[in-house]
């Protein structure tokens, strides 16, 4: 099962493994950047795939209105997979925050991707709030970071 469940919130997070190509390392021999957003992006398919078909839980119309990445340290060509853990952090009347967090092979985090998703109304295409049960479907993903995690410190 890829979901995981945090013993701490009693809630649970998302895990998907995604191999290395020969393409996604660049001339310096890391993985290029860009490419972390790829994981990021392939990782949240999987995750929503992952809810709606093993835990059979409604998920909310909703789209990407933010990123922001941090690259604590870099990938090398020794490795050949990564794995991309993802969890919810904020909770709000029309948003929530993603974070995705892709490790190495030793379980290092070579970078953190947190996104700003929000509900929208399908037939106008316009943010909407959180329904009851959307909040509740959210919440059970949720696991509160420390402030300084949240905004990327690079201490």
């Known amino acids: 099962m890829s979901f995981v469940m945090n013993e701490q919130t009693g809630t649970r997070w998302h895990t998907c493994h995604r191999e290395l190509r020969w393409s996604d390392f660049d001339q310096y021999q890391h993985v290029n950047n860009a490419k972390y957003l790829e994981f990021a992006q392939d990782a949240r398919m999987v995750f929503l795939r992952d809810v709606l078909t093993e835990l059979d839980i409604a998920v909310p119309p ?6 922001t990445i941090d ?31 892709i490790k190495d092979s030793q379980g290092r985090v070579a970078c953190t991707v947190d996104t ?10 316009k943010p ?8 509740k479907n959210i919440k059970m993903f949720y696991i509160p970071v420390d402030e300084d995690e949240a905004e990327g410190s690079a201490d």
């Open 128 to 135: 909407r709030p959180w329904s009851e049960d959307d909040i």
């Open 71 to 101: 690259y604590p340290r870099p990938l090398s060509p020794g490795e050949n997979e990564v794995a991309v853990g993802t969890f919810v952090t904020h909770v709000g009347k029309k948003s929530c925050t993603m974070r995705q967090q």
């Open 116 to 125: 700003v998703m929000v509900g929208v109304d399908i037939m106008s295409g």
């Open 62 to 67: 909703l789209f990407v209105r933010h990123t």
